[in-house]
């Protein structure tokens, strides 16, 4: 029991100093930390602790790829790949190109064509989705004898789809949100069809909502002139205007051949609000050829399959550059042009969770929660003190270090501290000292039974600690399990909760027969004052 | 100094004659736990029903709950609930899935802020959608039978097998009256209340374990004594920690309650009840079951079944003093790695 060697002693010693040093930058408020960070090289900066959204504020937001939407893109790009074959075989078709709810169809009028156009359809399972080795396939193509023809997007190509579009819309989504200029956001992928958005700090919540769930899919097409074919024109609404206005099928130039988008203000007419914008040079093309040839119609400007405006041809425009105008107010035009930049999801995403916290409310948190902590702590010692006396010291002593402990854990791990973590802690603080009472009661218990002062420390401490190793497994399991399961704050209190009975074994078993031993070298007890 | 002690020294409790009245007290309360959750059922949260809670702090003056509650109905949302809690100018609005699924959920947030953003701040916006608390629903039982199994098979590895199933059998009956306690009070039951949960099973277990440590340690000590006298000695020595440590983990519970903010103190309070039941069942549930199932001492056992006998005759029933073996002198070669061989021992031994 006495012996207790030198090199344990400074080992505790130090990872107590170490503890405290690594959590004192965290309890320095913002303004001091700043100084302290510009005075100290850049390795010796010491991390702060990561508050959770909850204490921080912020929003929380669960993005699902929109499976209806993720499959009729997929099924449009599908037709206008099955129109281009058809055309560049010059296979005459009977009525138009039908689209399914997986696929499309087509009838063609001299079913020996078939035989010209199916393997060309077939060459399109390639083109879908070229990562699939091997794997099954995305598109059945069928073809029956009276000559319709079905190409259908099977499930495997839309799992596929939906987890590519998910990677492609990770990158749109850091572009937009670092276009808003907060600080540090998250984004992550979770699990086959979701992105997790994590934006700390952030001051107006529905701007980025606004931001996400947009899929700013920017199309341009020609407004359908009185007599054309049914078939090829799409009524679509209008972002100014009451009522529907046809235009057609066919897209004639796509956001993605954008290379730039800027708000700005119309220089000849209004002097209203609008977005320009520059094309590459297949856009510029594409764009210079269909203006020249149509000269006097009206050319859509759709976003989202909402026409935003529909400005007449005046003279071609081959400089591949235009404008966007559709009554906006500057706050719109900006987010729009945000949108246009960082390009478009491949499907539309819905929100299917947000957690948003205000700062203000967060700061709330943050103070309950330290009030709670030292109450908590207070009535703990206080109780320690008038139950054990002198060991009681020891006991808070170590329930100190704890505390440390786990903050320099959170610190040293990165981990992000939530208000159920905070919550975790302070029931650390009624938990830790079980350890202790554990050991106590046994040393009472073998000095009431006849044992020496020092047999009975030492078989406390020897035959208690069985059972706080059982019983802090049983804990930890517990913890663990918690922290596999379990999400954002829970997972904080898990953490909170398995770094506090790790530590126990240090500081309540080690560290407090550690310095009763040396209590004892002084103090040369005749009686155990517990 | 005088030195407070809460819990008497050197108690003679005979717990074990309680099991009559505890286990059926404990089946009743477990019976209409059961009963109070299908029939009452929880008062679910939208991490686990879905829908939106959205926390308002007045711009000025106090939160007008009528108003409010009014406001909402306009906006029909369906049941829409408003509660003015702590702070004056809180209140909070709750309403279920929208049909029409997420895109109307989040279309019926922006409603309701344009209808009292003018006067509220909105500080708290939650909005869960089905999918997403489906899946936290099977997360959360998911979390609570694992860790029952995974605690179960660590136990049966370091105990004999009577104990694990003891453990478990108190383990369960913490769960089902804190499920009980949920359902009774209508606290909101969410992702923190199956972190409440977990805890509860953690702790219950490291009660459990406690007692069950001494109870192993005395059962190689006193091996003539009867389990039922055995068990008694054991919990009455583990006593005065028992009470210390539910003690001070009520302490620091009650400070979460009173001081921890309006988020966790479901959480709070559900901890409390749970600390409660799990020193309850760790002495009246788990430590009986072990003379259910047959632990040990048969010899002792019969010796006792003769001995009560005997005292049934008797008038008066006369307290038993534990001087089978003195307590004063264990032999002091009796330290741990010894305990595990003995265990072996005792487990291959028949039943």
């Not at chain 1, 100084?35 to 010491?46: A, I, M």
């Not at chain 1, 700390?200 to 341009?220: V, Y």
């Not at chain 1, 956001?255 to 220089?267: H, I, R, S, W």
């Not at chain 2, 105990?159 to 009070?185: R, Y």
Request: hydrophobic share 45%.
């Amino acid at each position: 029991m006495l012996r207790f060697s030198t090199w344990k002693f400074f080992a505790i010693v130090a990872m107590t100093v170490a503890a405290v040093l690594v959590v004192a930058p965290s309890m320095l408020s913002p303004s001091h930390y700043e100084e302290l960070k510009s005075r100290l090289p850049s390795w010796l900066t010491p991390p702060t602790i990561v508050l959770g959204l909850d204490l921080q504020g912020g929003s929380h937001v669960t993005l699902e790829v929109d499976q209806a939407d993720l499959i009729s893109t997929q099924v449009k790009n599908l037709r206008d790949d099955v129109r281009r074959i058809l055309r560049e075989e010059k296979v005459a078709i009977s009525g138009g190109i039908g689209t399914t709810t997986r696929g499309v169809q087509v009838r063609v009028a001299d079913p020996a064509d078939r035989e010209k156009v199916l393997p060309k359809l077939r060459l399109l399972r390639n083109s879908f989705s070229g990562a699939l080795l091997g794997g099954p396939s995305p598109l059945d193509v069928e073809a029956s004898p009276d000559g319709v023809i079905r190409v259908t997007v099977t499930d495997a190509g839309i799992t596929d789809k939906s987890r590519k579009a998910v990677e492609q819309s990770i990158e749109v989504i850091r572009r937009r949100v670092d276009a808003l200029g907060t600080r540090e956001p998250s984004i992550q992928r979770q699990g086959d069809d979701r992105v997790l958005v994590q934006v700390p700090g952030l001051q107006d919540p529905e701007t980025l909502k606004e931001i996400l769930g947009k899929t700013a899919k920017l199309e341009f097409r020609l407004v359908a002139d009185p007599g054309q074919n049914p078939s090829e024109i799409e009524e679509l609404d209008q972002v100014d205007q009451e009522g529907k206005l046809g235009v057609e099928k066919q897209v004639m130039v796509k956001g993605e051949d954008l290379t730039d988008a800027q708000p700005g203000f119309d220089q000849q007419r209004s002097g209203e609000p609008v977005v320009n914008f520059r094309f590459n040079i297949r856009g510029a093309q594409a764009f210079g050829e269909v203006t020249s040839k149509n000269v006097g119609r009206l050319f859509a400007i759709i976003l989202d399959n909402k026409i935003i405006s529909a400005p007449r041809i005046l003279t071609p425009i081959t400089g591949g550059s235009g404008q966007i105008s559709g009554r906006f107010t500057v706050e719109q035009a900006n987010n729009l042009a945000i949108l246009l930049r960082a390009g478009a999801l491949p499907a539309k995403l819905n929100i299917v969770e947000e957690r948003t916290v205000g700062p203000g409310l967060g700061q709330d948190s943050i103070d309950a929660g330290k009030r709670a902590a030292y109450v908590g702590a207070g009535l703990v010692v206080v109780y320690m003190l008038v139950t054990y006396g002198v060991f009681g010291v020891f006991a808070n002593l170590a329930l100190f270090v704890h505390i440390a402990f786990i903050f320099a854990g959170l610190v040293l791990l990165g981990s992000t501290l939530t208000l159920p973590g905070i919550a975790g802690i302070v029931l650390t603080i009624g938990m830790a000292v079980d350890s202790n009472v554990l050991i106590y009661e046994r040393i009472r218990e073998e000095n009431h039974a006849g044992r020496s002062i020092l047999a009975s420390l030492d078989a406390g401490f020897t035959r208690a600690f069985a059972t706080i190793v059982d019983s802090n497994v049983t804990m930890f399991v517990a913890a663990a399990i918690l922290y596999f399961l379990g999400s954002g704050p829970v997972r904080g209190f898990a953490v909170s909760l398995a770094l506090g009975i790790l530590t126990t074994i240090v500081t309540a078993v080690t560290m407090t027969r550690m310095m009763i031993a040396v209590w004892y070298h002084y103090a040369r007890p005749t009686k155990l004052p517990i | 100094m005088k030195l407070l002690r809460l819990a008497p020294e050197n108690t003679k409790f005979p717990f074990m004659r309680f099991r009559r009245v505890s286990y059926p007290f404990s089946a009743l309360l477990s019976l209409i736990a059961v009963a109070l959750f299908v029939f009452k059922g929880m008062n679910f949260g939208i991490d686990f029903a879905g829908g939106t809670v959205i926390e308002l702090r007045a711009k000025s003056g106090a939160a007008e709950v009528g108003t409010l509650r009014t406001l909402g109905e306009g906006l029909q949302l369906g049941d829409i609930e408003v509660q003015a809690f702590g702070n004056p100018a809180d209140a909070t609005l709750r309403f279920g899935l929208q049909p029409g699924g997420d895109v109307a959920q989040q279309a019926a947030v922006e409603r309701v802020r344009g209808a009292v953003g003018g006067y509220y701040d909105l500080r708290r916006v939650e909005v869960v959608g089905p999918r997403v608390s489906n899946e936290l629903v099977q997360s959360g039982t998911l979390g609570v039978v694992l860790s029952i199994i995974a605690v179960l098979t660590y136990l049966w590895f370091r105990f004999e097998w009577q104990f694990a199933i003891g453990a478990v059998i108190a383990t369960m009956h913490d769960l089902l009256l804190t499920v009980g306690f949920f359902s009774i009070t209508q606290l909101e039951f969410n992702t923190t209340s199956i972190a409440a949960i977990l805890t509860i099973v953690g702790y219950s277990l490291n009660e459990t374990v406690v007692v069950l440590d001494r109870i192993r340690e005395n059962m190689r000590k006193y091996k003539k004594l009867p389990t039922a006298q055995m068990v008694d000695m054991s919990i009455n020595a583990v006593l005065p920690r028992t009470i210390m440590t539910a003690t001070t983990v009520m302490l620091a519970l009650f400070a979460l309650v009173a001081f921890g903010g309006q988020v966790i103190r479901s959480f709070s309070v559900a901890m409390i009840w749970g600390i409660f039941v799990a020193t309850y069942s760790s002495i009246f549930i788990c430590s009986p079951m072990l003379i259910y199932l047959g632990l040990r001492n048969e010899d002792a056992d019969k010796a006792a079944q003769k001995h009560e006998t005997e005292r049934k005759a008797d008038t008066v029933a006369a307290r038993e003093e534990f001087t089978e073996e003195p307590v004063s002198a264990p032999p002091k070669s009796t330290p741990a790695p010894a305990r595990k061989t003995s265990g072996k021992r005792a487990k291959t031994r028949p039943a």
